[in-house]
């Protein structure tokens, strides 16, 4: 079970991990394939025991003949199926996928199911035995059953993993593209993330030692401590730290809620707090999208968010985007949820920050 966890956060070991499994049902190859479910097209490849020749063949020509296929695309998940139990030798001798490709290449047995199926992804395992082999008997399609619901874990949290892994690299790069610092800390002020703004910088007024956020100024620092707290406690609110400069421009920090399982996180175990930093003498203009990253609104949320800043109500909201008020109503909830507001005053006041705009 070892080598199937291990999987999950290292896609290289997949081709050990059918190897092992391989060797304890006797098989001489196997192949496993992710898939989306809607195209069909592989999303990856992952085989053991054949040949760079034999894999390029498959994929290039006896993927769309394979009739093995067609009886693991109807079966349950998690169900294993041999082949002796709808191909018998008479099948074998007048088939060509058979003849011009499995035999060829060493193979003769076959037994695999479908260890996954999400709705929008699929994955099939296949073990493969030679023409000299005997048929896959029912002590290894009970230990592959066994086997089963470890891997559709495994597959699950892979899928899972490469899409929040994708979030986050766009997440990455749209707030280092922000001309303003942003850091992600947790509640006593350790660092999670920082964009390039912030990297590079940051303000004056806000350092980071040791791993940690902190503001320099007379009684700063005990100020951010609090803000800080107050944005990872259970009724989490936002707030905001107003400094000057010695050129006598009003610099402010808002302090935010960001939910532990933001794109932006990898360790969701606790609540996290979003800092950004803001000189209301400077241009910045950011676009709204950046609200996606931060807080994973959808375009719809961020549609509305637009609204809710030019001051609409939930009903001239509606009615800007043509649906209905109970629409409007239902997305605002999403949206307190995702921002960790909980009235449209405070979830306006945390839009605008986030924008970098006047709140």
Not at 128 to 155: I, K, T, W, Y
Request: hydrophobic content about 45%.
């Amino acid at each position: 079970m070892t080598a199937i966890h291990a999987a999950v956060l290292e896609p290289s070991k997949w081709d050990g991990l059918l190897h092992r499994i391989a060797d304890t049902v006797g098989a001489s190859a196997a192949g496993f394939c992710l898939r989306n479910k809607q195209t069909g097209e592989p999303m990856r490849w992952n085989l053991y025991g054949l040949s760079e020749q034999a894999i390029r063949a498959y994929q290039d020509t006896y993927l769309a003949t394979d009739p093995w296929l067609s009886i693991i695309n109807r079966s349950q998940v998690g169900v294993w199926v041999a082949e002796h139990q709808y191909f018998d030798d008479s099948y074998v001798a007048r088939s060509e996928f058979f003849q011009r490709y499995m035999l060829p290449n060493g193979m003769r047995h076959l037994i695999g199911a479908r260890v996954f199926d999400d709705g929008r992804s699929e994955a099939v395992l296949t073990f493969q035995r030679g023409p000299d082999a005997n048929v896959f008997a029912a002590a290894e399609a009970a230990f592959l059953e066994r086997l089963s619901p470890h891997m559709e874990l495994a597959c699950r949290l892979s899928t899972e993993f490469a899409r929040l892994s994708m979030q986050a690299a766009v997440a990455r790069q749209a707030l280092d593209r922000l001309a303003a610092p942003m850091w992600v800390a947790d509640g006593d002020g350790q660092v999670i993330f920082a964009n390039h703004a912030a990297e590079q910088g940051g303000m004056p007024c806000i350092v980071v030692r040791n791993g940690r956020v902190t503001a320099e100024g007379s009684g700063m620092a005990a100020k951010l401590s609090t803000l800080l707290q107050q944005a990872t406690q259970q009724a989490a609110q936002s707030g905001a730290l107003a400094f000057e400069n010695a050129g006598g421009d009003r610099l402010t920090v808002l302090v935010a809620p960001l939910p532990a399982d933001s794109p932006l996180v990898a360790d969701g175990r606790r609540p996290l707090a979003l800092l950004m930093a803001h000189n209301p003498a400077g241009n910045e203009e950011q676009p709204l999208d950046v609200l996606a990253a931060l807080y994973g609104l959808s375009p719809a949320e961020c549609r509305l968010a637009a609204l809710i800043l030019e001051g609409c109500t939930p009903t001239e909201a509606a009615a800007r985007l043509t649906v209905q008020v109970s629409t409007v109503r239902t997305q605002l909830k999403s949206m307190f949820w995702k921002t960790g507001t909980h009235r449209q005053a405070e979830l306006v006041k945390l839009l605008s920050g986030a924008l970098l705009l006047k709140a």
